[in-house]
């Protein structure tokens, strides 16, 4: 073969090789808890111009090895592209998969449908996150003035015990409009599952919220989650996110000392995914930064409530549980699960809380009052007041799972925990880059 004939050989070689719209992904799940539960994983991929094209334009995927044909690919959506070329994308584990699983990521003849949407109402200026048009939640970004209030119609009173501190006063104190929250969130029958603004001792519990009864900036105290002294205002600083795979909100908000001084700069991100049969994810990562000296938050009289809060509807057959492996143990687990047959359910159906152990503190106390529909992981540890750093944030990650049924049995709890903290999960460190 003449030297003219091997340089147009290679040529075209090198051709394909760049626009080539495949390549293989190798997936290790041994213990099964990725495929077992469909949860979501992140993989850093190397990808060409033509791949990168169908990441850009909702047409990536996957295919298992002995599959073909657009109707049986997975979605993949791009999630981060770094400086080196490198991109990370986003999936659901396919089912019953475990061991070690070759795909081959491809372009689809036409893109994805974008299933998950996440947009800001042009009137309220709040944030609704659906999946194909059906609402999942709301954040709230922007003021709830007891007006505004989301309810159940058909909501139980709530069974709060009224003491002899309490008056009218010192409950109306409480009932002071707020934002940077959570509510409604719907379950997967579209069973509204948070309780906003409650009848009784508590208007200034609020859906799924994060907040502490004291901080304390020098010599002073505010209560952010009781909505005195201190509160958490938009600064409009939005992305959001829509995709095939999840949707995301990622908003910034200033604490306001008095309502005038800012003294803390809190990021959020909200990425919720496409619902598997069974149960959804939610993942809730949050970032503390402190703008001046000397501040502090902890728990109400630093052993009971604060940090993730989570007020839910109050269900027929309420069953609470959550469970902190031993001390010793490794891993050391940690899970709550709050279910029961909700307005517009017709079966039971639940919300789980997992804790990430990159949490400071962890685990954190689990807090319960099954009264007020109540279950917790508090933070910081009791007995302690965590200081705010303007060097290096405080970072607390959780992760959210509605699902249908009951409790759900431990060796799913504990599969859907090591999902969480698998090697491939999404882990969100973007979050660190943020100013």
């Given at each position: 073969?003449?030297?003219?004939?091997?340089?147009?050989?290679?040529?075209i070689l090198g051709t394909y090789a760049c626009t080539s719209n495949t390549r293989e992904l190798t997936i290790d799940d041994p213990n099964g808890e990725l495929s077992e539960t469909q949860a979501p994983v992140s993989l850093n991929?190397?990808?060409?111009?033509?791949?990168?094209?169908?990441?850009?334009?909702?047409?990536?995927?996957?295919?298992?090895?002995?599959a073909s044909g657009d109707e049986n690919m997975i979605p993949a959506q791009l999630d981060e592209t770094s400086g080196d070329g490198t991109s990370k994308i986003v999936l659901l584990m396919p089912g019953q998969k475990s061991?070690?699983?070759?795909?081959?990521?491809?372009?689809s003849a036409a893109p994805f449908d974008e299933v998950m949407t996440a947009s800001r109402d042009s009137k309220t200026g709040q944030i609704q996150i659906k999946e194909n048009g059906e609402q999942i939640l709301q954040y709230n970004y922007e003021?709830?003035?007891?007006?505004?209030?989301i309810r159940l119609e058909e909501a139980k009173e709530e069974q709060y015990r009224r003491t002899k501190e309490d008056t009218f006063v010192t409950v109306s104190r409480?009932?002071?409009?707020?934002?940077d929250y959570i509510h409604p969130l719907y379950g997967l029958e579209g069973e509204m599952l948070t309780r906003d603004?409650?009848?009784?001792?508590?208007?200034?519990?609020?859906?799924?919220?994060?907040?502490?009864?004291?901080?304390?900036?020098?010599?002073?105290?505010?209560?952010?989650?009781?909505?005195?002294?201190?509160?958490?205002r938009p600064t409009d600083e939005v992305q959001l996110t829509s995709g095939p795979v999840f949707a995301q909100i990622v908003a910034e908000n200033l604490w306001m000392w008095e309502d005038s001084l800012p003294i803390v700069r809190e990021h959020s991100v909200i990425r919720v995914y496409r619902a598997t049969p069974e149960s959804r994810v939610i993942d809730l990562t949050l970032k503390f930064t402190a703008l001046k000296d000397s501040i502090t938050i902890a728990t109400r009289r630093t052993d009971s409530y604060g940090g993730l809060n989570l007020r839910m509807q109050t269900p027929d057959e309420q069953?609470?549980?959550y469970h902190t492996a031993e001390a010793d143990s490794e891993p050391l687990r940690a899970w709550s699960d709050f279910n029961g047959l909700f307005e517009g359910a017709n079966k039971k159906t639940g919300l789980m809380v997992l804790q990430h152990s990159s949490n400071p503190d962890?685990?954190?106390?689990?807090?319960?009052?099954?009264?007020?529909?109540?279950?917790?992981?508090?933070?910081?540890?009791?007995n302690t007041r965590y200081p705010l750093s303007k060097e290096k944030p405080l970072i607390l990650r959780y992760r959210l799972i509605t699902h249908k049924g009951g409790r759900p049995e431990q060796s799913i709890s504990i599969q859907r925990w090591d999902a969480y903290h698998n090697k491939v999960a999404p882990d969100y460190s973007f979050i660190q880059e943020i100013n």
């Open positions: 073969m003449s030297l003219t004939k091997i340089l147009i050989y290679l040529l991929v190397q990808l060409n111009d033509a791949l990168a094209s169908a990441g850009d334009q909702a047409s990536l995927g996957i295919l298992d090895g002995s061991g070690s699983s070759t795909f081959t990521l491809r372009k003021t709830i003035y007891e007006e505004d209030v409480y009932a002071v409009p707020r934002s603004w409650p009848e009784g001792g508590h208007p200034h519990h609020r859906g799924i919220f994060w907040a502490w009864p004291e901080v304390e900036f020098g010599s002073e105290r505010a209560d952010i989650y009781a909505l005195q002294r201190i509160f958490a069953d609470i549980s962890y685990p954190g106390k689990w807090v319960e009052y099954p009264d007020l529909a109540w279950v917790q992981p508090t933070f910081p540890e009791p």
